[in-house]
């Protein structure tokens, strides 16, 4: 699997945009980034995913740069209830992966007043 | 919008005994994902079905097994219960198994072996 890395923790103010950086230099070119948070033992909740072109939804904007290697997850205006240990996940296909959804060592984003 | 349930969400049991924890994936969901997440670790992928058949397999081990029913509900079967098995485990459920189909997460079970 593609691994991916991610820097332990993160502080961000209220109201500032918090930008979660992953590493993944080993990506294919047919792999997905998929960014998930996890609220506190709550289920991991979807935020965004893409292949090559920036994406952006509801919740957050998600940018990966020309050769792949590397993406940031936006949240634009962060508020409390974003405070989350945050997921860049690669999913892969091929091998024996049918498109498993792989978790490592995520981003403690702490959002404070 | 109808999400993925789980049940039980919580649940006790004692050493050497068996558990089974049920998954109802979103309406028209054909893919099903099981993670085990042990205290202060990340999620940990255990197997996953897709349209009833066993997809990817992980580090799940040989005392469960799961399988998906022909409603594409999931049910994880636990035996000889360890205390190391307490722990959260989540089902998710996707449409299709591909790259790009979104996974979405129940709110688990807790399991609590004693």
């Known amino acids: 699997d593609a691994k991916t890395t991610q820097p332990t923790s993160m502080d961000c103010a209220e109201g500032r945009a918090a930008n979660l950086p992953c590493n993944h230099s080993t990506i294919s070119g047919n792999e997905y980034v998929y960014w998930y948070r996890q609220i506190h033992s709550q289920g991991p909740q979807y935020i965004i995913h893409g292949l090559k072109n920036n994406e952006t939804n509801e919740m957050a904007s998600l940018i990966i740069t020309e050769d792949r290697k590397s993406s940031t997850l936006i949240l634009p205006h962060a508020t409390l209830r974003d405070t989350a240990v945050y997921y860049c996940?690669?999913?892969?296909?091929?091998?024996?992966?049918?498109?498993?959804?792989?978790f490592g060592q995520g981003t403690i984003l702490t959002v404070h007043p | 919008a109808a999400g993925v349930i789980q049940s039980p969400r919580h649940l006790i049991k004692e050493k050497r005994e068996t558990a089974t924890l049920k998954c109802y994936p979103i309406p028209r969901h054909d893919t099903v994902y099981w993670y085990q997440q042990g205290p202060g670790q990340d999620p940990q992928f255990l197997i996953s079905?897709?349209?009833?058949?066993?997809?990817d397999k992980g580090s799940i081990p040989d005392r469960f097994s799961a399988q998906q029913f022909s409603d594409y509900h999931s049910e994880l079967n636990m035996s000889s219960l360890e205390l190391g098995d307490s722990a959260l485990y989540f089902c998710a459920s996707s449409l299709g198994r591909g790259l790009n189909t979104e996974a979405f997460f129940g709110q688990g079970t807790r399991l609590t072996v004693v």
């Open positions: 996940i690669v999913r892969v296909l091929g091998g024996t992966s049918y498109g498993k959804l792989t």
């Open positions: 079905f897709y349209e009833k058949m066993q997809s």
